[in-house]
């Protein structure tokens, strides 16, 4: 069990001050923030959690023998067991790298240090109350820059409370941690779940889950319909507000042309669409053979068209392989529409095309030939009439009419 220490003294400071409602001391230790929390006339319920049994055994001896009425204290790990959500989650997590030398897991807290922190942001917003505050306390030996990029990649955001120096080039941090407006406003929508999933030149990916019945007016449901969705949100550094919001009006425009991810709604500064589980094009191609391959380029082709048709530009169709992704279906679903706009001269099935050409040799280590100057002069033509006739050319020069 972890003795009370200078980092224990430390947080205890901001506990009184913090200390509110309903709270949740994680890996109380000896108890010493969950007995400070009790001791505020604002605080209704404390729950101590630790997974250490002896430690909290040695708690609810303490809580019997004092007849301490607003404090609970039971063993789990993290939120194990847990249910509701709190006004205030206390977090002094070990955070020592894992070593030869150390034995104890109430001094490690992985083998790099925040692997444990990292569980522990994860899984918190579902336990955190929307106006609800974390105090964290962690050390400089588990990498600060870490640390807050765990944090906001879980769609948090902190404040540094306090800094203390420590012998042997060590420094603590206390952290107020809350849920960013943008996490709030998704879970107001019902989305649960969400984790970080890639970053993208403007944008934020998150994935998470949310019950797609209550998009169905047509019938009360009896059953939820859980689907994964899609969070793309602007990244902090990116001043490309409006460009989220053009993706979103493109998004509602085309999906009634079968183009595009299923936009579900958007916001200001984010937008939600079904989740596309597949793989980009080209990891794709490498692994399916030469039919398959040919009913995506003409599926793929025949989006374009549509595009053209509606005098719209998509914008990189000539380099797609982060912007279209194969589905489990084997159906080619183009993402990125935030630079989409109407235009007279619009170049989808040109870009295309060009892109095919480039794919020369690896269509050629499928068995598909194809002849790259006969398709770019067919290519200009269909550029100067973008009539179905000249796009039929094109189909048959690469052998797909």
């Given at each position: 069990m ?34 400070t ?28 023998e ?8 039971f063993?789990?790990d993290l ?26 897991p ?13 569980r ?9 109350l929307?106006?609800g505050k974390?105090?964290?306390?962690f ?13 906001k ?7 540094q ?13 206390v ?22 999933f890639?970053?993208g ?10 019950d ?33 919001q053009?993706?979103?009006?493109w ?27 597949g ?19 003409i599926?793929?082709?025949k ?11 998509k ?18 679903i ?11 001269k ?56």
């Open positions: 972890y003795e009370p220490a200078e980092d224990s003294y430390l947080l205890q400071k901001f506990v009184k001050k913090y200390a509110l409602g309903r709270v949740l001391d994680l890996g109380t230790g000896s108890g010493i923030q969950a007995l929390a009790i001791t505020s006339s604002n605080v209704r319920e404390v729950i101590a959690v630790d997974i250490n049994i002896k430690a909290v055994k040695k708690l609810n001896e303490e809580i019997k004092k007849n301490l009425r607003k404090i609970k204290a063993q789990g939120f194990e067991n847990l249910h509701g959500q709190f006004n205030l989650i206390i977090f002094n997590p070990p955070y020592l790298p894992q070593d030869t030398g150390i034995d104890d109430a001094l490690y807290g992985g083998k790099k240090g925040w692997e444990l922190s990292e522990f942001f994860k899984e918190v917003s579902k336990f955190l929307s106006d974390i105090l964290f306390l050390s400089s030996l588990t990498n600060k820059e870490k640390i807050e990029e765990i944090i990649n879980n769609l948090l955001q902190f404040k409370l306090a800094r203390e120096r420590m012998p042997m080039f060590e420094e603590l941090y952290y107020e941690v809350e849920k960013t407006p943008l996490l709030r406003k998704l879970e107001a929508k019902h989305i649960e779940d969400i984790h970080y890639a970053k030149r403007r944008g934020m990916i998150y994935t998470g889950v949310i797609n019945s209550n998009y169905v007016k047509t019938h009360f449901p009896l059953k939820k319909d859980l689907i994964k969705v899609a969070i793309k949100a602007k990244r902090e550094d990116s001043e490309a507000l409006e460009r989220m053009n993706e979103a009006k998004l509602k425009i085309l999906n009634k042309q079968g183009i595009g991810p299923r936009i579900l709604f958007s916001g200001e500064d984010y937008l939600v669409y079904k989740f596309v589980e793989e980009f094009i080209l990891d794709w191609l490498r692994q399916h053979p030469k039919e398959e391959i040919k009913r995506v380029i599926q793929t082709l989006q374009c068209l549509i595009l053209d048709q509606l005098k719209v530009n914008e990189e169709m000539h380099h797609p392989q982060k912007h279209l992704i194969v589905d489990n279906n084997k159906v080619p183009l993402l990125d529409f935030e630079r989409c706009s109407y235009t007279d619009p170049h989808n099935v040109t870009q295309f095309v060009e892109f095919i050409c480039r794919l020369k040799d690896e269509l050629k280590n499928k068995g598909w030939d194809i002849t790259v100057s006969e398709l770019r002069n067919l290519a200009k033509i269909y550029k100067e009439t973008l009539s179905e006739e000249s796009f039929q050319k094109i189909l048959g020069c690469v052998g797909l009419s």
